[in-house]
C-alpha cells in the first residue's frame, strides 16, 4: 500500500488559487470573476479557498506580493549571472523562464492595481507596493550604472520612474491591442535606454 501524500500542502493549494485566479482574472476581470471560477480553475473547492482567504481582495493583494517578490527574485539572479546589455535585451525575449504569474499575463497586473486603487482601504497598501516595487527596480539600475562606472543623466530616481511607466504603457497597449506591442519590443527599447546612457558618460569623460 503506497503511503506517499496526496493531498496537496498549503502551500501548493495557495499556489494553485494564485494561478487560477490570475487566468480568470486576466479573462473577467476581478469585480467579474467570481470564486466558483476561480476554485474551478484551480481544480479546487471553496472550501480549500476560504481556508487560505477570506475574500477575492485578500487574494489579490497576496497576488501582486508574491509576484513582486518571485519576479524581483528572478531578474536580481539573472542580473548576477549576465551583463548589464544581455539582461536588458532578455527581459522579454522569451528565452529566459519568467516565475512572474502577471508576465504571462497580459494585461494582469494593470486590472489588479485598478481594483485595488478603486477601494479606499487597500489604497495605502498599493502605494506601499508601489514604492516597493520602484526600490527593487533602482538597485537593478543601480548596479547596472556601478557596473559601467558611470552615472544615469538624470539619476536614478528618474530613470527608475522612466522604466517603469514605460513597462506600464506597455501593458496596458498589450491589453487593449497585443497586435500594437512586438515580442522583445520592451527590451530593445531599454537597450536603446542603455545605450544613451553610455554615450552620455562617454562625453562627459571626454
Not at 481556508?51 to 519576479?71: C, F, G, I, P, T
Not at 486590472?111 to 495605502?124: A, D, N, V, W
Request: charged share 25%; with cysteine.
Amino acid at each position: 500500500m503506497s503511503t506517499g501524500r496526496t493531498r496537496p500542502t498549503r502551500e501548493e493549494t495557495r499556489r494553485r488559487l494564485l494561478e487560477g485566479a490570475a487566468v480568470v482574472f486576466a479573462a473577467e476581470g476581478v469585480g467579474g470573476a467570481s470564486i466558483e471560477e476561480i476554485c474551478a480553475a484551480s481544480g479546487l473547492s471553496r472550501g480549500a479557498f476560504y481556508s487560505n482567504y477570506e475574500n477575492k481582495d485578500q487574494l489579490v493583494r497576496d497576488l501582486m506580493e508574491v509576484d513582486q517578490a518571485e519576479n524581483a527574485a528572478d531578474l536580481e539572479q539573472h542580473l548576477s549571472e549576465v551583463d548589464p546589455l544581455t539582461f536588458i535585451l532578455s527581459m522579454d525575449n522569451g528565452e529566459r523562464a519568467r516565475s512572474s504569474i502577471t508576465a504571462r499575463n497580459p494585461g494582469l497586473g494593470i486590472e489588479l492595481f485598478l481594483h485595488l486603487s478603486r477601494t479606499p482601504e487597500h489604497r495605502s497598501w498599493l502605494v506601499q507596493h508601489q514604492r516597493e516595487t520602484s526600490e527593487v527596480t533602482k538597485r537593478m539600475v543601480q548596479r547596472m550604472a556601478d557596473d559601467l562606472g558611470i552615472e544615469i543623466p538624470g539619476g536614478v530616481d528618474d530613470a527608475v520612474s522612466l522604466i517603469l511607466g514605460f513597462d506600464l504603457g506597455l501593458s496596458f497597449r498589450s491589453m487593449i491591442d497585443p497586435e500594437s506591442v512586438r515580442q522583445g519590443q520592451y527590451g530593445e527599447t531599454l537597450a536603446t535606454l542603455y545605450d544613451l546612457w553610455t554615450r552620455s558618460a562617454t562625453k562627459k569623460a571626454d
